[in-house]
């Protein structure tokens, strides 16, 4: 009975190419999240969705497009993937978009660019 | 935005021992999560902690919102604590986390 789950959990893929990550989350939350982490560790917020619009993209490449078919998925399909596109990604989410409620994340995704 | 910085950045401990984490924060929050990030990359929620106490077995948190920082204790180290710390905040006005940089814990038997 995983809260957010994301697919898949390691993805390795050569530069130029096009890879989606999913994530599901069965909380019955309103707002979901994606983060990056990068090699550093830094963690960092790209995209918000609530009730299935976006509501923040931070300045993420528009080779990054996120998707949410419906409020419990919120997908991540990225273009023509770069050598710096390597990290790990979060999904995340919360019941409502409102900055008291606390964000439950996933297990990552390790995305890898040969 | 806003600033959240977390000392100590690395911290070697023996198993046993205790240790606190601090989190400083540059303005005001509606939010605040510690987070444990294991070897294996998860990210584990410890508190949801915007201020007061919480204490959960050998972990507790306390966060002063006024004046704008948090701490982690961690009594009785174990091996299984090492990983790294991370203090999280929301930005009144904001929804979306900003995290630190996190504190590196390394616990030896």
């Known amino acids: 009975d995983t809260a957010v789950s994301q697919t898949p959990k390691y993805l390795v893929t050569q530069m130029g190419n096009d890879k989606s990550i999913k994530c599901e989350q069965n909380?019955?939350?309103?707002?979901m999240y994606w983060y990056k982490q990068d090699s550093k560790k830094f963690l960092k917020i790209m995209f918000s969705?609530?009730?299935?619009?976006?509501?923040i993209n931070e300045t993420v490449p528009n080779r990054f497009s996120p998707k949410s078919p419906d409020k419990a998925h919120l997908n991540l399909h990225i273009n023509s993937l770069e050598l710096g596109d390597s990290a790990v990604y979060f999904c995340?989410?919360?019941?409502?978009?409102?900055?008291?409620?606390?964000?439950?994340f996933g297990p990552g995704t390790r995305l890898t660019v040969t | 935005g806003i600033q959240v910085e977390q000392s100590p950045p690395d911290l070697i401990l023996q198993e046993g021992a205790n240790s606190t984490l601090r989190c400083n924060f540059s303005?005001?929050?509606?939010?605040l999560q510690w987070f444990h990030q294991n070897p294996w990359g998860q990210l584990i929620n410890l508190f949801y902690?915007?201020?007061g106490t919480k204490q959960n077995g050998r972990l507790s948190a306390t966060t002063v919102a006024t004046e704008r920082y948090s701490l982690l204790y961690i009594s009785s180290s174990q091996t299984t604590d090492s990983g790294v710390y991370f203090c999280?905040?929301?930005?009144?006005?904001?929804?979306?986390?900003?995290f630190g940089k996190g504190t590196m814990l390394l616990v030896s038997p």
């Open positions: 999280a905040v929301v930005n009144s006005g904001y929804s979306t986390l900003t």
């Open positions: 969705y609530n009730n299935k619009e976006l509501i």
């Open positions: 995340a989410s919360s019941q409502e978009w409102d900055p008291s409620y606390e964000q439950y």
């Open positions: 303005d005001s929050v509606n939010n």
């Open positions: 909380l019955g939350h309103d707002t």
């Open positions: 902690i915007p201020s």
